[in-house]
């Protein structure tokens, strides 16, 4: 044989023996979840356009809003359900965009909606489901650290806080996602978004590693025991009802800075606040006085007792989608004086702004869903 054939040879079946090195793990398959009636299919459709398509768009293929995931690619669907989309829809991410949407906790939708919106995504996304183990994945966290901050901290973040991609470090992820689920994701990518798979770039080991560095970020998340504070009625909505308008100078005729805001509240001006965030996130935090206007409310019964001749300030948490969302429509239907908080929320908080705290909510703790 011509050397030069023999070593091209030799490196083709290097290549092979690396592929076979680097190759996926072999998943047995799980029996699919229970299939929905035509009526809870509608059902759930219709609570997906109502609540979810501001973020993940209309056709579940995310990154609409905020970066909000995709929730069709199919290793989310293959290895999530129940528990990784189930618990995410009930109590959200805390810190992140994603609200709790389940009722129990101040959201809009029953239990059995969230089940029948999990199922429902399942069988949208056309994934078969696979088993995977229960147990911790064993690794070297030092290792994975190094691996991590190589691959992964330019989407995620130096700290997995989440630039353009999910927070990895997020407690309620790291509580309701676990170790394979995890190890999954990184191993098969999530299809038709950002994430690669490194299934063909990182060794099974280095996976394991990386793995077990986002499972050391873990410190514990519980469900909270919520007792829903009573909605302010119509007499609460105009704050400070006898002074004077705060005259704000809004750019592109539509945003006012937390500053401003912060300033126009200082003073006691005459304001209407609006949290157009899933009313859940209201019962948890907001910015004093704020009534909880959420994005999917019917505007026409919302809008009852709402005064047009009074400033009106909208936010949410992502960082102004929502609250966007609602101040144009307001805005088609006359009420011109209004604005939406240009930094939203957590923009607000990091400028070290002030938030009240709910009362409702008391350490003991409840059992999450199973
Ligand atoms: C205001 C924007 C917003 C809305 C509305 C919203 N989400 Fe999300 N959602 C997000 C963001 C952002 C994340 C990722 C948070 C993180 O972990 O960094 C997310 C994460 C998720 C996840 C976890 C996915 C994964 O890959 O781990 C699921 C499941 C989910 N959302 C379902 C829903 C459903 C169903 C609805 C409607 C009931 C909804 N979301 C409404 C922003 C939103
Ligand atoms: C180019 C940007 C990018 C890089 C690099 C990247 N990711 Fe991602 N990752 C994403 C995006 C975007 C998503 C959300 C995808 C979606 O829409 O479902 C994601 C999703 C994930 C998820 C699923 C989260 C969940 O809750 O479902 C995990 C786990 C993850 N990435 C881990 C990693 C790790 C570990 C690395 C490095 C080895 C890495 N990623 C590198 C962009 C990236």
Redesign the pocket.
């Known amino acids: 044989m011509h050397p030069l054939l023999k070593l091209t040879l030799l490196s083709i079946s290097c290549l092979i023996l690396a592929k076979v090195a680097f190759a996926n793990k072999v998943y047995e398959k799980q029996d699919p979840p229970r299939e929905l009636t035509v009526e809870e299919a509608e059902v759930a459709a219709a609570?997906?356009k109502k609540?979810?398509v501001?973020?993940?768009g209309e056709n579940r293929e995310g990154h609409k809003?905020?970066?909000?995931?995709?929730?069709r690619s199919k290793s989310?669907f293959e290895s999530?359900v129940p528990h990784?989309?189930l618990r995410?829809?009930s109590y959200g991410?805390q810190g992140?965009?994603?609200?709790g949407?389940l009722d129990e906790i101040g959201g809009p939708?029953t239990l059995d909606e969230v089940w029948n919106?999990t199922y429902w995504?399942f069988w949208q996304s056309g994934a078969e489901r696979i088993k995977l183990s229960e147990n911790p994945v064993a690794g070297d966290i030092k290792k994975g650290e190094t691996l991590y901050q190589a691959n992964c901290s330019s989407c995620h973040g130096v700290k997995g806080e989440?630039i353009t991609a999910?927070?990895l470090s997020?407690q309620a992820?790291l509580a309701h996602?676990k170790d394979d689920f995890i190890r999954y994701a990184i191993e098969q990518g999530?299809q038709d978004t950002p994430m690669p798979a490194f299934a063909d770039t990182l060794s099974a080991t280095d996976i394991d590693d990386v793995t077990a560095f986002i499972r050391s970020k873990a410190s514990g998340w519980k469900v909270k025991k919520v007792v829903l504070s009573a909605l302010p009625t119509l007499d609460k909505y105009v704050l400070n009802p006898d002074n004077d308008d705060p005259d704000f100078t809004l750019t592109d005729d539509i945003y006012v800075s937390s500053e401003d805001l912060f300033e126009a509240i200082k003073q006691n001006k005459k304001m209407i606040l609006l949290d157009t965030?899933?009313a859940s996130v209201w019962q948890r935090a907001h910015i004093k006085g704020a009534i909880p206007f959420p994005?999917y409310s019917e505007l026409e019964k919302q809008v009852q007792g709402l005064p047009k001749d009074v400033q009106i300030v909208g936010y949410?948490?992502?960082p102004r989608?929502?609250t966007e969302y609602i101040i144009k429509q307001l805005r088609e239907i006359g009420y011109t004086k209004t604005a939406v908080l240009y930094e939203g929320i957590f923009g607000w908080m990091n400028l070290g702004y002030p938030v009240m705290r709910a009362e409702g909510i008391i350490d003991d703790e409840a059992e999450p869903l199973h």
Do not use: E, F, W
């Open positions: 609570n997906y609540y979810c501001l973020c993940h809003n905020d970066h909000a995931p995709s929730l989310l999530g990784s989309i995410p829809i991410r992140t965009a994603m609200g949407y939708m919106l995504l989440g999910p927070a997020n992820a996602n999530r965030r899933v994005y949410c948490s992502c989608a929502a």
